[in-house]
Nanobody, 114 residues
Framework: VQLVESGGGLVQPGGSLRLSCTAS????????MDWYRQIPEIQRELVAS???????NYADSVKGRFTISRDDAKNTVYLEMTGLKREDQAVYYC?????????WGEGTQVTVSS
C-alpha cells in the first residue's frame, strides 16, 4: 500500500495551494480519505475528511477556505486550500481508512510565509 502526497510548497499569506494524494494497493473507492496536518510537538490534527459517498467534513479552523474532493478513477484525493494563513503552516498527511486497513502517506510540507 502506498499513499503519495504532492503539491506542498511555499506560499504567501492569502495564497492558495492544491495538495494531491494518490493511493495504490487498496480498493480506493471504499476508503474514507482524510487530510491531517502536524506542526512540531503538536498532535496531528484532522483537517478534512471525505467518505466513499463524497460526504465531506472539515475542521472549524479551515471551513470555508479548504475543500476536499476525490477522483475515484484516479485513486486520488485533493485538498484545495485558499486564503492560507501562517497558522496553516504544517506537514500535511494523507490518510486512508476502512475497517480493513489504516494507512498514512509520508507527508508534504506547506509553508506560509511572506
Amino acid at each position: 500500500v502506498q499513499l503519495v502526497e504532492s503539491g506542498g510548497g511555499l506560499v504567501q499569506p492569502g495564497g492558495s495551494l492544491r495538495l494531491s494524494c494518490t493511493a495504490s494497493g487498496i480498493p480506493f473507492t471504499v476508503y474514507t480519505m482524510d487530510w491531517y496536518r502536524q506542526i512540531p510537538e503538536i498532535q496531528r490534527e484532522l483537517v478534512a475528511s471525505i467518505d466513499k459517498t463524497g460526504n465531506a467534513n472539515y475542521a472549524d479552523s479551515v471551513k470555508g477556505r479548504f475543500t476536499i474532493s476525490r477522483d475515484d478513477a484516479k485513486n486520488t484525493v485533493y485538498l484545495e486550500m485558499t486564503g492560507l494563513k501562517r497558522e496553516d503552516q504544517a506537514v500535511y498527511y494523507c490518510n486512508a481508512h476502512h475497517f480493513t486497513g489504516f494507512y498514512w502517506g509520508e507527508g508534504t510540507q506547506v509553508t506560509v510565509s511572506s
